[in-house]
Every structure is written in C-alpha cells, then in structure tokens.
C-alpha cells in the first residue's frame, strides 16, 4: 500500500476504534439531544411587520426616555437604538430579527463542548496505545512511526470537523423547521472602527465566527496529543488542553503588562478578534502577526511530537 492507503486505513481504523466505545456513543447522543433540544430554546417566530412594528416601538421608546432627565440609559440600550434606527432607516433586516441563521449560533456554543470531548479523546488517543501495550502491535506493522502517529491526529482533526459539519447541518434543517427561509437576507449591524455603523450578511458572520475559533480548537486538541505522547499522562493532558482553550482572554489581560505574553501563541488563537466589530485582545496586534505565531508553534509542537516518538524506545 503507499502512503495514502495506510493513512485512510490507520484513520478509519481509529474512527471504528472510538466511535465503538461506549464514552463516544454517549457523546454523540448527548450532542445530538442538545441540538435536537435547542429548538425549543431559539427565539420564537415573528412575522417581518411585527418586528418592523417592534422596534418602531423601541425607538420611540427611546427617544421618549432620552428627553426625560429622570432616565439614565445604558450604553447597551443607546446601541440598539443606533442599529434599530439604522435599519428602519435603510429598510434592511438585521440579526435581532430571528431567522434560519440565527440558529447557528447554537454551533457556536457548542464548539466549546465538542472541543472538550475530543480533547479528552486526544489526551487517550496515545497514552492508552502504550498503557495497553497495543502500541507494540503497531509497530511491527509495516507501517513508519510517523504514519501511525500522522494518522491519529488526522483522526482528531476528522472527528471534529465532522462534528461541526453535523452540527451546522442539523441546525439549519431546523432553523427552516422554525423560521422557514424567510430573513434569509439577514445582515449583522456593527460599529466599526471609525464610529459608523457597517452591515454584513449574518450566514457570514456565523461562518467568520465558527472559523475563527477553529484555529483555537485544532491548537488546544494538538497541544493534547503532544502532551499525551511525550508523558503518556492523561490527566495532565486534559487540564493543560483544556487550560489553553481559555487561555485567549486571561492571557491578553497579561499580554498588556508583560511584553513577552505576546510571543506564546495563547492571545492569537482565537481570530475572531480581528473582526472589524470586535476588539484586539493585545494593542498593536494584527492578524498577520498571529498567524505567524500560530505557525510557528505549530510547527513547533508538532516537530517535538512526531521526533520525541520516532527516537522513543518501546519496550
């Protein structure tokens, strides 16, 4: 067989392997009762002229506070009134209005828990191969090193965009249950930075945001494997895997004071805070920045992995 065969071969031996346990089948029918579940959770249907009427109502509302010395009003209702102004005036459709995109946002949340599944998965995927002593077996195959351990990250990587494929599928089939395809035209309002109010099409939106926090999944599930391979520790895969996956946020406060933060690759994981509707997590920050960072520890990771693996003695 070349290399190709072995690959589809290792990987579709691991998916069999996985999806037979019992751990896997739970998860599964966990996953899919939440989005089967959530349809009961999205915002009721309206008709267009009831929300147009709506938020007429919430303007005048509004306005009727803002001249009234009695009313302190937020920054968050002094928002809603630019975006629902704004789209009465433009006579668009925007994502306060519920619509068939508006129940990929259930994707959305739930990339969290996939990702926790399949980081526990990938703390297990090697630790268990040399705890059950089957990684002998493999060895002996004639199969390189490198292809056994290739085809067990492909695997992680298989398994969570075909969760997040099934997510978005089964979302959509009852977002049209719900809503049908009415709004399907459904902009996303947001300031940008130069103080005006932008629009773009919500499927867009949802899509630039399931990606962006892809780089952060595939980085936490790959720093797992490498943990799980070098130390054979479970456990300590799984906290350290699952500490990175929230490590953006708490490390960019950090990233601010201490200059050397912004070379670890945990404040540029998650791309979503180039959005031009979001904000950078450390200033002076750019994209392009954090995708050569991503890269390099990518690389990096991986390097030490597939090396530490190869030269491994197994007894």
């Known amino acids: 067989m070349n290399v190709l065969d072995n690959m589809r071969a290792l990987v579709t031996n691991e998916l069999i392997k996985i999806f037979t346990k019992i751990s896997t089948i739970l998860f599964c029918l966990l996953l899919t009762g939440i989005l089967l579940g959530s349809i009961f959770l999205l915002p009721k249907k309206v008709t267009l002229s009831q929300w147009k009427t709506n938020i007429k109502k919430q303007v005048t509302q509004y306005k009727a506070n803002s001249n009234s010395t009695e009313n302190i009003l937020s920054f968050m209702g002094a928002t809603n009134y630019k975006y ?3 789209a009465l005036d433009k006579n668009i459709i925007y994502d306060s209005f519920p619509s068939l995109w508006s129940s990929l946002d259930v994707v959305i949340v739930l990339k969290y828990l996939i ?11 090697m630790s268990n191969e040399f705890k059950d002593g089957t990684i002998k077996f493999l060895t002996i195959k004639p199969i390189s090193r490198f292809e056994i351990l290739l085809s067990k990250w492909l695997t ?19 977002g049209s249950v719900k809503y049908g ?7 996303t309002l947001y300031t940008g930075s130069d103080g005006l109010i932008h629009q773009r099409n919500l499927l867009s939106t949802q899509l630039l945001l399931i990606g962006g926090k892809t780089i952060n999944d595939i980085m936490s599930l790959t720093i797992a494997f490498m943990v799980s391979t070098l130390i054979r520790s ?7 895997s699952i500490c990175t996956l929230f490590s953006g946020l708490i490390m960019s406060f950090l990233g601010n004071k201490y200059t050397w933060i912004n070379y670890t690759p945990f404040p540029h ?5 180039y959005m031009p509707e979001s904000h950078v997590l450390i200033k002076g920050n750019n994209i392009l920045f954090s995708v050569y960072i991503i890269i390099i520890y990518f690389i990096i ?7 530490s693996f190869i030269k491994r003695d197994i007894t």
């Not at 479970?234 to 350290?240: D, E, F, P, T």
């Open 181 to 187: 395809f009415s709004g399907f035209n459904t902009v």
């Open 301 to 307: 990771i991986q390097c030490i992995t597939f090396f």
């Open 234 to 240: 479970n456990s300590l895969s799984i906290i350290i």
């Open 84 to 86: 629902e102004k704004y």
């Open 156 to 174: 992680l990587i298989v398994m969570y965009f075909g969760f997040i494929i099934f997510s978005i599928i089964i979302m959509f089939l009852l």
């Open 115 to 125: 990702s926790i599944f399949l980081i526990v998965i990938a703390a297990n995927i």
């Open 269 to 273: 994981m998650d791309l979503t805070q």
